[in-house]
């Protein structure tokens, strides 16, 4: 093995290490062993804490490049859900990026309850435990990581994606189908986005991908700008509305349910 091999495999298994303790830390915070639950419901006191958690995780975030460029890998994940269970699989796949095309270095994916039910704009505590489990479970690294979410284009400034950014420390976008809170003017020709505005502030872009489609909403999640968000995400669409990283997540998450299907 040579040094700089044995240097660069060192450092990602101090990532990934990092990301294991942080996740840790980050369920002993939140109390995602169910200390929000009772009955399957979450309390109005318990709401409070955890948007006090939110507001924490989104002043944490720095709304800056913090990565080097040209970006050389990038990661994706995506959750897929089990019908009729709280379970879920998580998909993340680690590309490696040559002009454009995109080799897949590694995947995982993982099978896990979701122990936080579906309440809107909580679901960084329903869906982020998840994701951190299977991005630990990555041996390779990554610049930059795609999440079929929202940054902080969220009431609160703290979606899943920037719940996730700022506890694992790497940069971070959300892409989402749907738009979360502020407005927008629509875009009107592919490769062209608007900047979506809430409380006075760019929150996250609206681009164009496809003719026919309705954009999709991209936003910082942490660790990386609006402008770059939007950049970013053009440079890896290909011949989907999502960009094409998170459009393969999607499709593993996808098909490792149907396997988990036929295995019951």
């Known amino acids: 093995m040579q040094e700089s091999e044995g240097k660069g495999i060192m450092e990602a298994k101090g ?4 990301i294991k303790r942080r996740r840790q830390e980050s369920e002993r915070n939140l109390g995602l062993e169910g200390k929000f639950m009772k009955n399957g419901v979450v309390s109005p006191e318990d709401l409070e804490a955890l948007r006090a958690r939110q507001k924490e995780l989104a002043s944490k975030a720095i709304i800056s490049n913090g990565f080097k460029e ?13 019908p009729k269970s709280e379970n879920a699989v998580v998909a993340v796949l680690v590309f490696s990026i040559k002009e454009k095309d995109f080799e897949t270095i590694e995947t995982v994916h993982v099978q896990g309850e979701l122990r936080f039910p579906y ?5 960084a505590f329903r869906e982020g435990p998840l994701i951190l489990d299977g991005l630990r479970r990555l041996s390779e690294d990554f610049d930059v990581l795609l999440c079929n979410a929202h940054g ?7 979606g899943c994606s920037t719940y996730v950014g700022v506890e ?12 979360l809170c502020g407005s927008y003017i629509e875009p009107t020709k592919v490769g062209d986005w608007t900047p979506i505005i809430y409380n006075d502030r760019i929150v996250g872009a609206a681009i164009l ?3 026919g489609c309705r954009p999709i909403f991209v936003s910082p999640g942490h ?20 960009p094409e990283p998170l459009w393969k997540a999607h499709e593993m998450a996808t098909k490792a349910v149907k396997q988990a299907l036929k295995d019951r």
């Open 15 to 18: 990532d990934n290490n990092r």
């Open 70 to 82: 040209p970006i050389k890998r990038v990661a994706a994940v995506d959750l897929a859900f089990l």
């Open 119 to 123: 309440i809107p704009g909580f679901l």
């Open 152 to 158: 902080i284009a969220h009431p609160l400034g703290c």
């Open 168 to 179: 694992i420390g790497k940069p971070t976008i959300g892409v989402a189908k749907g738009i």
């Open 209 to 211: 991908t496809k003719p």
């Open 223 to 242: 660790l990386v700008s609006v402008e770059s968000s939007a950049r970013i995400v053009l440079n890896l669409v290909r011949d989907h509305r999502f």
